[in-house]
């Protein structure tokens, strides 16, 4: 299976259904004209096509495709005549026989490509036993808070992110339990007035989403007496936001850390911790960590190092990238590109990607402790920090800043900073945005904001 995000741009799923060699594609109608545009440049045989109405009773079908096609206006002409509908699909297949493929735990199971934010997409190879090791480490990280009554868990991430794949999709239908499924998680309002008729037990989700329903006046009014779990990831959570979040719920939010590489998860905060101390927790069962510098060598409690993972959840490698999967891979052991520090105990915080560190002067700059540090001014909505060009320094601080009230001045800001960081991470440069570039699952794109803003001083220079 090839996870596909239905948003692509058709130049970006023509690179992925041609890497990852795709023979069949089931597709929305919504988004047929894309594929349109490329399925004859790829190796794609078989065009399935459904509707958003499709598996309703036939009247409600018939009048959602008609609202969606006609009143909303939601689906673009196309023009894909050999397609067939993911109806007569299945009425075929309920008439044949079904053959039992031989598979073994090292058959791949999904192509599950990384989410771009550092570079090209690339297909990791996530084999059976992989994703199936995972699920079971998942169920012994959070399952004490899962037994107590039926479950039904918010899923306002998209289903072809990895995080939500494993987390909301296959550890609740594990459980038996519902999935809210929260088509547009941009439209707080819409997924507030949804949460509010449902007694849900269970949340997952990024930072910018669990900040942005503390921002919001009806979710403050929601009913959280049902709720045993909110769980983040994606990104780091900001402290601001956990502090808010456990006041107005009486739930932590348990934050862990995973990567596509990982199927996802890593580490978690144990399910019984009673504070919010920005660590990603302990490493979950049958997993090993270990911290090493640019040489290799381990480093001592409470020094920074990248972040290495060897565990049953690690994937083989990359589709049909040998360079890159050596890269990451050595002597069994993935390197994840995230710094890290580990105390005495073994819990673990993220200090940030090492392509996102800032040298200033000679100094790490760390962007995740910057916009923890600014997130906690109270007319701040959200924030993003990069590294530019200086000339004095080499590199410094630039912060891009969403308000949560006009009256915030650049001024005011820096000072603010100044109360709480040394002066080499204080930020020299503010910019107000009325928003921050994501991903698809609401991480915010730092890369993006960096680029832009080099091309902008190399264009000044």
């Known amino acids: 299976m090839v996870n596909v995000n239905p948003l692509y741009t058709p130049r970006e799923l023509e690179h992925q259904l041609n890497d990852s060699g795709a023979s069949a ?108 090791a995972n699920l079971e480490q998942v169920k012994a990280a959070y399952g004490p808070l899962l037994n107590a009554r039926r479950q039904l868990v918010v899923t306002a991430l998209p289903l072809y992110h990895i995080f939500a ?14 999935n809210l499924l929260i088509t547009n998680p941009r439209d707080i309002p819409g997924m507030v007035k949804e949460l509010a008729k449902y007694p849900f037990t269970a949340i997952t989700g990024v930072n910018t989403l669990f900040n942005a329903l503390l921002n ?32 107005l719920t009486g739930r932590y939010l348990l934050e862990g850390y995973g990567l596509t590489e990982c199927s996802p998860l890593v580490s978690v905060n144990p399910y019984d911790i009673e504070y919010h101390s920005g660590s990603i927790g302990l490493p979950i069962p049958s997993t090993e960590v270990k911290l090493v510098d640019d040489e290799g060598q381990t480093v001592a409690a409470g020094n920074p190092g990248e972040l290495c993972v060897r565990g049953p959840q690690v994937m083989p490698g990359y589709w049909q990238r040998p360079e890159e999967t050596g890269d990451v891979l050595r002597d069994g052991w993935l390197y994840t590109g995230d710094i890290a520090v580990m105390d005495e ?44 060009a200086a000339e004095n320094s080499g590199e410094s601080v630039k912060i891009f800043v969403v308000k949560k009230e006009a009256r915030l001045t650049e001024e005011e800001l820096i000072a603010f900073c100044r109360r ?6 204080v930020p020299r440069q503010v910019e107000f945005r009325n928003e921050l570039p994501k991903s698809n699952v609401g991480k915010i794109l730092r890369r993006e904001l960096r680029d832009e803003a080099r091309n902008k001083g190399n264009n000044t220079a």
């Open 345 to 388: 105990e073994g819990f673990m915080r993220i200090v940030d990607r090492k392509k996102d560190m800032i040298l200033v002067s000679g100094f790490n700059v760390y962007p995740n402790e910057i916009e923890d540090v600014v997130m906690q001014h109270e007319d701040v909505l959200e924030v993003a920090a990069v590294g530019v």
């Open 165 to 178: 794949l494993t987390m909301n999709c296959l550890l609740f239908i594990d459980l038996g339990a519902q």
């Open 25 to 132: 594609i089931v597709i929305v109608s919504n988004f047929a004209h894309t594929l349109e545009k490329v399925v004859e440049k790829t190796g794609v045989r078989h065009v399935i096509l459904t509707r958003m109405g499709d598996q309703l009773s036939t009247a409600k079908a018939t009048l959602v495709n008609f609202v969606v096609k006609y009143v909303k206006r939601l689906v673009p002409k196309y023009h894909l005549p050999d397609a067939i509908s993911f109806r007569r699909a299945l009425q075929a297949g309920s008439h044949m026989q079904y053959d039992k493929p031989a598979l073994n735990g090292d058959d791949i199971a999904f192509l599950q490509y990384t989410g771009g934010t550092t570079g090209v997409a690339k297909g990791a190879m996530l084999t059976h036993r992989n994703m199936l």
């Open 216 to 247: 919001n006046a009806d979710f403050k009014r929601l009913d959280f007496s049902t709720l045993s779990l909110a769980a983040g990831g994606g990104m780091p959570i900001h402290h601001a936001v956990a502090e808010r979040w456990e006041k």
């Open 420 to 425: 709480h960081l040394t002066a080499y991470k």
